[in-house]
């Protein structure tokens, strides 16, 4: 059995979403269940992307033209009775069904650059955002370049330790030489006293 939506859950469903356009966020017609819903919200804007994708192809300028062609030679050279559209004056019935379909076209093909303006807004916002996380995480490894980079200025380097302890070294092997002879013989760094 499902469990009933909680509240808050239920108002994020009702609340438009950004990456759908304006005009297709309320329904007009009733819908049936919510899967209906989030599907023919975004239905009529699928069938605007695609209608103005299929009309800006060659394949569609092509047949158009050949349904020109078809209608003008039809109109022209069938019988007398046969032809529905006159050339004596101007093929008026196909200058009104190229009208029409401009007519329609031209608001659909709106609709979809709508959208697709939408989408763009929305990928633009998320790439200031990622260039924002990106910048803060340069600036913060640009720090923390600077300050391992004075914590090693201050620490001392293999040739400075090296010239301490042969100095130290040189400090000690004096020292041993101006001790008296009678005292304990003197050490070299290889021997071992038993």
Do not use: C, H
Request: proline residues 6%.
């Amino acid at each position: 059995m499902a469990r009933p939506a909680e509240p808050q859950e239920r108002d994020r469903q009702r609340e438009p979403r950004l990456d759908a356009p304006k005009g297709l966020r309320s329904s007009v017609l009733p819908l049936r269940g919510r899967g209906a819903q989030r599907t023919s919200r975004d239905r009529f804007g699928r069938f605007t992307e695609w209608v103005a994708r299929a009309m800006g192809t060659p394949v569609f300028l092509f047949g158009l033209t050949l349904f020109v062609l078809a209608w003008m030679v039809y109109n022209t050279y069938a019988p007398e009775e046969w032809r529905f559209d006159s050339a004596a004056i101007g093929f008026t019935a196909l200058t009104l069904i190229l009208s029409l379909q401009a007519s329609y076209a031209a608001p659909l093909i709106l609709l979809a650059q709508n959208r697709q303006d939408d989408r763009d807004r929305v990928q633009i916002e998320q790439d200031r955002q990622r260039a924002e996380r990106n910048l803060a995480d340069t600036e913060y490894l640009a720090r923390e370049v600077v300050a391992l980079r004075l914590l090693v200025r201050d620490m001392a380097s293999k040739d400075f330790i090296r010239a301490e302890l042969r100095s130290l070294l040189e400090e000690l092997e004096k020292r041993d030489g101006e001790a008296p002879a009678d005292s304990e013989p003197r050490r070299t760094p290889g021997s071992r006293s038993a």
